[in-house]
């Protein structure tokens, strides 16, 4: 993430123009650091100050964080495949065209309304969610045990809905547009398969690069907010291994996600291949042309 950051901005030095795909990158990327930062704080604190991270404002304030900074990363993203599905897809009708023509004046409202919904849904969880703990006396061989159980409840009793709400409406999105663009790239391939054109072609490779990236989102994304609403939800926690399991991936997901980013980027990625002395496959291409 932080890669992306400084070579978008050494670009942005170099030309002084706002590029809306780096823009829409740009917020992915510092949603993915601040998330980090989050799960870091997290496993910093509950490993080596227990006594200050179980305190009521300091668990309810790492939710908050955390499902914010999820719900950015997750809306930004959201952003990037609607850019695409602009860019590809070419859909017939006056809104469509005005659409494709102003977009780039678009995303910055688009990114700003995916940081303010995200804050809206993700914040109200510090003050509306609390840990709710249990005993259970149990007789077992003629011994009494204590069964402890934990989870998290909402004082409103609405704010897991809000979260299911935002999390289905960016994946409703994303899985729109992800189909629309591979429709519309295999559509495009049987044209040029008829036409006896080959598919080697710079065109091609960034919609496929678009395709595949779009594609990995959706799959990643599901991946992390299952382990996410795992994690924090209104039922318990769950065992030892699925916890373990699920915070693995919730700590990972900002680096991986930036992963996909990158190689779905080809200038991202001849930048890095060029700073580990690999041979670059060519410059950067970025989705303009439309196919049907």
Known sequence: NS??????????????????CNLILNG??????????SVVFQEITFFLYRDYY?????????????TTYSFSSLWCSTCLCFYYFVKIVNLRGT?????????????PWLLGFSVVLSWCAGMPAYWDLYLHISFTMLNVTGNLTTLVSAKYSSRCNCMFHVFIVVASAAFIIIFFTAGAIITSLVKHMMRMRQNNEGFGNSKINSH??????????????????????????????????????????VS??????????ISGNRK??????????????GGNIEVTVTTN
């Open 3 to 20: 890669f992306i950051l400084i070579v978008h901005l050494i670009d942005w030095l170099q030309t002084r123009e706002h590029n809306p």
């Open 95 to 107: 809104l469509f065209y005005k659409l494709k023509a102003k977009l780039s004046t678009l995303v």
């Open 252 to 261: 990972f997901f900002p680096t991986i996600n930036s992963v996909i980013l």
């Open 54 to 66: 179980f305190k009521d404002w300091v668990i309810y304030m790492i939710i908050a964080m955390q």
């Open 208 to 249: 496929l690069s678009a395709a595949r990236t779009v594609t990995l989102l959706l799959i990643f994304y599901l991946i992390f907010y299952g382990s996410f609403t795992l994690i924090y939800n209104p039922v318990g926690f769950p065992d030892d291994v699925t916890m373990t399991l699920c915070l693995i991936i």
């Open 268 to 281: 991202l990625m001849n930048i890095l291949k060029k700073f580990f002395g690999i041979e670059s496959s």
């Open 28 to 37: 992915i990327g510092i949603s993915n650091m601040l998330l980090q930062g």
